[in-house]
């Protein structure tokens, strides 16, 4: 069978309601345009199944061992893979039968299967006052695995958001673990955004090459005190370049990871190669290695 070496993907930047139901009507609209549109890979964005504060979090959590009445963003997504034989990635609050909440990114295969999890690393926990203020550890508590999913088709590396800012972990992702393309949902904040949040996507396709995704929530513009995100959602190709990107409202973006492309970048320019690890390391110590 012919590899596949270029394929379509689409950004979903849906917006969240108070409402979960509501939430998922949104998200069930948008993965039927995109696997309309013909999307190979469609990537939403942080707990794109409720508002990201800890009320609506705990509210719209879901035990992935439970049926699935009461897996409703699960069952969904499940549904939609297999209807348009794509796979799709986010994340969702996770609630274990030991009562923890993690921030789950998953991804679902065309066959409508759970593939792969990765609970966010680093956990949102900042301190800017009048600026970004925000403790994500309130509400989760964090994974301890490096994640990067096989397709079939390419490598996926998965973080969450925060996750962008650690080097580290995209460097073993891509360049211990081959990852050709990383995911990132997000729900940045309206603090760091307009200065962090593209610059740290075109800086980890550039330490690796590789495409960088970032797809954000929709901003709810509605009702102030809820957590506003800096929507923006964009793809970077591994030469650094921003291939689509758009502003904060509801959006989906498509755009092309061809691996020729990447392979010629990282011929190009060979920091692959030219890594000089006689003075220098990055070490993963857990995980899928
Ligand atoms: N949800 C998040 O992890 C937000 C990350 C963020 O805004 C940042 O500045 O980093």
Redesign the pocket.
């Known amino acids: 069978m012919q590899a596949l070496r270029k394929f379509k993907i689409a950004i979903l930047q849906t917006k969240a309601s108070k409402v979960k139901e509501q939430t998922l009507s949104y998200v069930q609209e948008a993965l039927e345009e995109a696997g309309k549109n013909g999307a190979k890979v469609s990537i939403l964005g942080?707990t794109f199944n409720c508002l990201?504060m800890k009320e609506y979090l705990q509210a719209a959590s879901e035990n992935f061992s439970d049926s699935s009445d009461k897996t409703p963003t699960l069952s969904l997504l499940k549904e939609y893979a297999k209807k348009y034989n794509m796979f799709i990635i986010g994340s969702i609050p996770e609630k274990t039968s030991d009562d923890k909440l993690y921030n789950t990114g998953i991804a679902i295969d065309s066959q409508g299967q759970l593939a792969a999890t990765h609970r966010k690393i680093h956990l949102?926990d900042?301190n800017i006052p009048g600026r970004?203020v925000?403790k994500?550890s309130d509400t989760f508590s964090s994974g301890n695995q490096i994640t990067v999913l096989d397709t079939g088709f390419c490598k996926i590396g998965l973080g969450?958001?925060?996750d962008i800012?650690f080097a580290e972990q995209a460097l073993v992702m891509c360049q211990k673990q081959g990852a050709q393309v990383l995911v990132y949902p997000?729900?940045?904040?309206m603090g760091?955004?307009p200065i962090?949040w593209e610059l740290l996507l075109r800086a980890r396709a550039l330490d690796n090459m590789a495409y960088v995704v970032g797809s954000c929530c929709a901003r709810f513009t509605e009702d102030p005190s809820v957590y506003q995100a800096w929507g923006h959602s964009t793809l970077v190709d591994p030469f650094g370049k921003v291939v689509t990107t758009t502003d904060h409202d509801p959006a989906i973006l498509y755009g092309e990871i061809d691996l020729d492309y990447l392979d010629q970048v990282r011929q190009q320019i060979p920091i692959y190669s030219q890594k000089r690890y006689d003075l220098y390391e990055v070490v993963q110590k857990i995980g899928n290695q």
Not at 186 to 189: C, T, Y
Request: hydrophobic share 35%; proline share 0%; aromatic share 28%.
């Open positions: 942080e990201y949102f900042i970004a925000y994500e969450i958001c925060y800012r997000g729900s940045f904040a760091t955004g962090h």
